[in-house]
């Protein structure tokens, strides 16, 4: 009998190990599905500030831009130094130009304010498709629209130290 109950419970804890690594494999999968192969492939993959691949290249890729928003993300070294300076409100200034792709798109968000409480009813809500974001200093985006709606790459959060252009790759939903 106690043989029995340690074999089941051997397997119970194998069955729950691999659908752990069923479940990591596809955060990995779905977090390099944000860029291309040539820029994901070799990226450190983080989950929720768990390293889960340790990359070779500079790039971070993530399943997820926020625990509630499902769209997956892979940001160079500048970009990432944006996204820890938006988590944390505080001051950001960009020190040259920083890459970022969302190729599955994004859940949406205010264009102009990166901590509106309830995006999806802000008046300027957008949900892009796939699409680059660039960091660059704020001086060069001068002249640039910040309108979605007028065809081509616009700046985003335009006011904020967090400004940055949005190239869209793709079609909207």
Request: glycine residues 8%; aromatic residues 8%; contains cysteine.
């Amino acid at each position: 009998m106690y043989t029995k109950k340690l074999l089941l419970v051997a397997a119970g804890s194998f069955i729950s190990f691999l659908s752990f690594a069923d479940d990591t494999q596809a955060l990995i999968d779905r977090a390099r599905s944000a860029a291309p192969s040539m820029v994901s492939a070799e990226a450190t993959v983080i989950y929720r500030g768990k390293t889960l691949v340790e990359g070779r290249n500079g790039w971070v890729c993530m399943p997820e831009t926020l625990p509630d928003d499902n769209a997956p993300i892979c940001n160079d070294a500048q970009w990432m130094k944006m996204l820890t300076a938006v988590s944390n409100q505080a001051d950001f200034r960009a020190e040259g130009i920083g890459v970022s792709y969302m190729l599955q798109g994004d859940g949406g968000v205010s264009n102009s304010d990166p901590y509106h409480p309830n995006p999806m009813k802000a008046h300027d809500f957008i949900k892009e498709g796939p699409h680059l974001m660039l960091i660059v200093p704020k001086e060069i985006l001068k002249g640039m629209t910040d309108d979605p709606a007028a065809g081509g790459p616009y700046v985003m959060w335009k006011d904020t130290p967090y400004a940055h252009i949005m190239i869209p790759v793709g079609e909207r939903e």
